[in-house]
């Protein structure tokens, strides 16, 4: 029953009440042998009745009406306090019926949606957090309104919570602000590369783009750290640079000498096999090189083949001393080893282990001087094997240590080339560790000697 037949059936019993009281008060005047007294008595009693049957019907209808109102009301109170609001049910099929079936509806559908809002938005916050990119979002007043993670670590915040801050408030990269500033005024993406102050310099390229809207909302900004690249790429040009020098020197040590062979000294013979033999030696070194730049090749290639072995470590290592004894007596060295027990083994490639090793003392005995002492010893654990390569030679700066495992890389270049070598052991040591799932670590102090470690894993 809707509103207007409930207010049309107030309106008829009004009505009704009305033509009764009329009629009483009618009749009550047709006796005329009545009273005053008892007249008057009787028109307050009608019009008492008259009333109270009026207002009765009047409350019964504001309260057909007031009750789900109220319902609906107290309903839209809990879905607006606490977003989850429980159905309103009310027995109806007037007009308040489908104000409820569609507050009903209203309120599902609602529900619905803050449930999608609440998951995409938890998903675009996984995403973000793993994104190695940093994505930062100002508003036109130059406040955040959005930064993950990386952008947060990239731009170095002077707080972890900057939403609602300023972006002068939480960095002082100029770069990041002008490029902020161009971008509010500019609908081309503005591209810049900057590198950061502090502690750990970065290199950053940013891309700050106008979001779209006008008045203009705000900007996106997107941060690539290029630290890795840009040292992937100076390594690069160093290796470059490194191997054409290192072929160069003996390619042009090997033509000096056959022009002056050429020249007339191929038939001095007091010289000429000399000539022949700075040759040969010039063309070997060439030949070892490239066989070491083919080598970290391959095994960066994942092209080397190993057989993972048990490898006896005292024979190893007494394989190591008797090859050098004669090379070390040569330089007055002293050779130490300190042998395992007979039984110890690593499991890696047999010719692999035998060429770190080699490695590292022919680089041991290479920096030692004249009265110094090189020791080769194993410390064994439960699951590892440790060969030790310890000097008294001239040990290695600190800030050389990170960087003497990569290729051709020298602390002394004049001194390197003097004692011979490629330049590439220690690196050929590096990969070969790892590629038998070990690694290599150095302890240095310039003036007093160094000690490479190689771990290798043990057979369980």
Known sequence: ?????????????????????????????????????????????????????????????????????SELTRHARAASASGDGQTATI???????????????????????????QENNERLQTILGSMVEGVLAV????????????????????????????LLEVTRMRPVHEAVGRALTSAAPVETEFDSPGAQRRTISLRATRLPGEPCPGVMVVLHDLSELRRLENLRRELVTNVSHELKTPLSAIKAYAETLRMGAVHDPEHNLDFVQRIEEQADRLHELILDILQIARMEQGQETFEIVPVNLAELIEGCAQQFSDAAAARQVTLNVELPPQHATALADEEGARTILDNLVDNALKYTPAGGRVTIRCRLSDDQATLEVEDTGIGIAEKD??????????????????????????????????????SVSLTSQLGRGSTFRVTLPRQA
Not at 415 to 424: A, M
């Open 1 to 69: 029953m809707g509103f207007a037949q409930w207010f049309w059936r107030l309106f008829l019993v009004f009505a009704g009440l009305i033509v009764a009281h009329v009629l009483v008060v009618t009749g009550i005047f047709a006796f005329r042998n009545l009273s005053a007294e008892y007249r008057n008595v009787l028109l307050w009693t009608s019009a008492a009745l008259t009333i109270s049957f009026g207002g009765l019907a009047t409350w019964a209808c504001i309260q057909r009406i007031i009750q789900p109102l």
């Open 91 to 117: 027995d109806s099929r007037d007009e308040l019926g489908v104000l409820a079936t569609a507050f009903n509806s209203m309120q599902r559908d609602l529900a619905r949606r803050v449930d999608q809002i």
């Open 139 to 166: 508003g036109p007043d130059k406040r955040i309104l959005m930064a993950n993670d990386a952008g947060r670590e990239l731009l170095d915040f002077a707080t972890p919570k900057p939403v609602g801050r300023s």
């Open 401 to 438: 240590q990170e960087r003497i495992f990569e290729r051709f890389y020298r602390v002394d270049k004049a001194r390197s080339r003097e004692v011979g070598g490629t330049g590439l052991g220690l690196s050929i040591v590096k990969h070969l560790a790892q590629a038998f799932d070990g």
